[in-house]
Every structure is written in structure tokens, then in C-alpha cells.
């Protein structure tokens, strides 16, 4: 059985929209039901093809940074990346953001 986004209930699909920050406030933590769910789905999806007409997009992410970290560095970052459960690209960009957040209201 296939689902789609149009036949989950409205307080699931809230929840899925808030869990991936779509939603007015992203949560901090997902419901372990809904996270069971989702796992399920992905891993009875994940041998279909992507329809043609689907592109990846990055909105707004058109300049690329590349920086030198040493080998330690590195695995240092991949280390907490992996801990979150995050590529170590997003893990980065989200302590660039912070830190100018940061900067905009010293």
C-alpha cells in the first residue's frame, strides 16, 4: 500500500510537516510512532525510481564555500555529524547560520 502525503490523517500530517520544519515551529524531537511510520515508508520506497520530472533543489544555496580542516578537524566534525544523524554539509551550515544570527544581534 502506497501513501501519500493527500491520505495521511490532518494531526499526522502536522506532525510530519513540524518533524521536517515545514511547519509553524520545528520540533526538537519526533514522535517514535510517527518516525516508525516514516522509516517503514522509506525503506518500502527506496528501491523505486524518482519520477522523471523530479529535480533536486536547493533553494537560495547557490554559492559554495570550501574550507581547509585538518584530519582531525574533519573527523571531529563528522563525529558529531554522525551523532545527529545529519550529513556533516548541513551540521556546518547550520553553525555557519547560527554564529550569523549570532553576529546580527551583538
Known amino acids: 500500500m502506497e501513501t501519500s502525503m493527500a491520505s ?9 510537516y513540524v518533524s521536517i520544519g515545514k511547519g509553524p ?3 526538537k524531537s519526533i514522535d517514535p510512532t510517527l518516525a516508525a511510520r516514516l ?3 522509506s525503506e518500502r520506497m527506496r528501491e523505486r525510481e524518482f519520477p522523471a520530472e523530479a ?8 554559492k559554495v564555500y ?3 580542516l585538518s584530519e582531525e ?8 555529524a554522525d551523532a545527529k544523524h545529519l550529513p556533516a554539509s548541513t551540521l ?5 547560520l547560527d554564529r550569523l544570527k549570532q553576529e546580527k544581534t551583538a
Open 92 to 96: 556546518v551550515r547550520s553553525w555557519i
Open 8 to 16: 495521511i490523517p490532518g494531526r499526522l500530517l502536522e506532525q510530519i
Open 73 to 80: 578537524e574533519q573527523a571531529r566534525v563528522q563525529e558529531v
Open 39 to 41: 522509516r517503514e515508508e
Open 66 to 68: 570550501s574550507i581547509r
Open 25 to 27: 515551529i520545528m520540533a
Open 55 to 62: 529535480r533536486p533543489s536547493r533553494p537560495n544555496r547557490s
